[in-house]
Nanobody, 124 residues
Framework: QVQLVESGGGLVQAGGSLRLSCAAS????????MGWFRQAPGKEREFVAA????????SYADSVKGRFTISGDNAKNTVNLQMNSLKPEDTAVYYC?????????????????WGQGTQVTVSS
């Protein structure tokens, strides 16, 4: 089975930075996109950023645009999320995801493979 594992979460003060990483293992598959989603306590899971291996295009939620940068290696099925200028409202569990037929990259239902998540807490 395909397994995704996130790392790099932690506690940081507002204005600080964190770098999240995600690595895939297990069954080999061809993904056309990988992304990051987050879920805060009592909130729905929301889109953060995604990268499409076709053309290496990226997309971001308006709330993180200009602060977060997604990157990855298609051949190694890895993806990273550089998070700068963090705000308390960024506090959430961050999940990486992958899919082979992703069209709407902001839609979590497009991704069949998910990691267990990593906690990001931003204090004020």
């Amino acid at each position: 089975q395909v397994q995704l594992v996130e790392s790099g979460g932690g506690l940081v003060q507002a204005g600080g930075s964190l770098r999240l990483s995600c690595a895939a293992s297990g069954s080999i598959f061809s993904s056309n996109a990988m992304g990051w989603f987050r879920q805060a306590p009592g909130k729905e899971r929301e889109f953060v950023a995604a990268i499409s291996w076709t053309g290496d295009s990226t997309s971001y939620a308006d709330s993180v645009k200009g602060r977060f940068t997604i990157s990855g290696d298609n051949a190694k099925n890895t993806v990273n999320l550089q998070m700068n200028s963090l705000k308390p409202e960024d506090t959430a569990v961050y999940y990486c995801a992958a899919g082979a037929f992703v069209i709407r990259r902001y839609d979590h239902t497009q991704y069949p493979y998910w990691g267990q998540g990593t906690q990001v807490t931003v204090s004020s």
